[in-house]
């Protein structure tokens, strides 16, 4: 039974790498094969679904639709630009822009936010807007995974690990994760001030964008505030966080239908294609997991390790790179996160470094190829609806340097905190 199930994991997962836009269809499909089959029992499948991470992925993801809508992101791009001496610096700025956002918003929606303004520099310079999209895609990723609510895996890995808000910022009395996504965020960035530094042409002609409404960004405000605030109470329901989200969403479906009596506009262009897909996922991980496969990979790794922590560390970071930059890094964040929980324990050591250098190196990673991220497969597909080809060679260019400074800071970084 647990080949049948080591089978079924990677035939879909093939299919889903050759054909993502199916891969919710593909994955349901594979959940339907295993409860047939007996390869996992209905109550096992039912018990490998996250309903928090569900939870506050439709909650944010609302919110991420009103706060486009509200042109604030617009506003705050155009007062960026405007300001900026010269066209490569006012392009860093937007860089730096998309990844502010990203920490309260989902990247692709963060991508969508941004691309215009960057779309709109490039026309007036009359200059390939490439390397732009690609380094507004590679930022959102970046510091998506600063906080709780950036990104998908940074919902899975908190949520699967009972970590709170707070955790990514301060946990145990050590720097959380934030801190290496900044420092390695700095280094990155420097990168990008060396690509982007060679276009010297003065700003000129930039319209301010109108603020239609203020409401969707106070309600984010509310609940990251929020969320930060249930973090100081002990004993609470375990679907809290997911509760707050869903309720901020909610309330900002409600204003937006008595407002503009279009909810259900918006309610189509929410991203339900991932929901279906992390119910899928959720499924198909439970049964290697029922079936003693995750404990298989924990022991080679470990084996491999040979009782070394650091050596298992730098495995685990560089076998999530390795992996993110062809492999889309929600499923694998699923997969490795019980991975990294038994390695911690056989090594007698914090779970924490191994957890976020699970998340460093599954989220940074897919900045390397153009279909290791969404957001890089949402700036690809704009750039060729406006008829700009992009080469696997010219992502490469940017997403590689770009990720080697970023994760080798946040890797030296992990180590020296969580490392003993």
Known sequence: MKLFVIVVFLVTYMLVILKRKHGSIFLGMASAVLLISGAVRPDEALASINFNVLGVFLGVMALSSLFIFSGVPAYLGTKLVSRSKSVGMALLAVCILAGVISIFAENVATVLIVAPIAFEVARRLKANPVPFLIGIAVSSNLQGCATMIGDSPSMILALSSGMNFLDFFWMKGRPGIAFAVELGAIASFFVLYLLFKKYKQPVTGMEEVKVRTWVPTWLLIF??????????????????????????????????????????????????????????????????????????????????????????????????????????????????????????????????????????????????????????????????????????????????????????????????????
């Open 223 to 420: 609940m990251m505030l929020s969320l930060a605030a249930s973090s100081f109470f002990a004993n609470k329901p375990p679907y809290t966080i997911a509760g707050i989200c869903l309720a901020y969403g909610i309330i900002g479906l409600l204003w937006y239908q008595l407002k503009h009596k279009e909810s259900l506009l918006i309610l189509k262009d929410l991203d339900w294609h991932t929901l279906f897909f992390l119910i899928g996922v959720f499924v198909l991980i439970g049964s290697l997991t029922h079936r003693g496969v995750i404990d298989d990979i924990a022991g080679f790794i470990a084996r491999y390790a040979k009782g070394n922590p650091f050596l298992a560390y730098t495995a685990i970071v560089g076998f999530s790179i390795l992996v993110s930059a062809f492999v889309d890094n929600i499923p694998y964040t699923v997969a490795m996160i019980p991975v990294a929980k038994l390695l911690a324990s056989s090594l007698g050591m914090r779970p924490e470094l191994f957890l976020f250098g699970l998340l460093i190196g599954a989220t940074l990673g897919g900045n390397i190829t153009p279909i290791g991220a969404s957001a890089n497969i949402v700036a690809v597909g704009l750039l060729r609806k406006e008829k700009y080809h992009v080469k696997f060679s010219d992502f490469i260019k940017i997403g590689l340097p770009f990720t080697l400074a970023a994760v080798s800071v946040a890797y030296v970084f992990l180590w020296l905190v969580w490392g003993r």
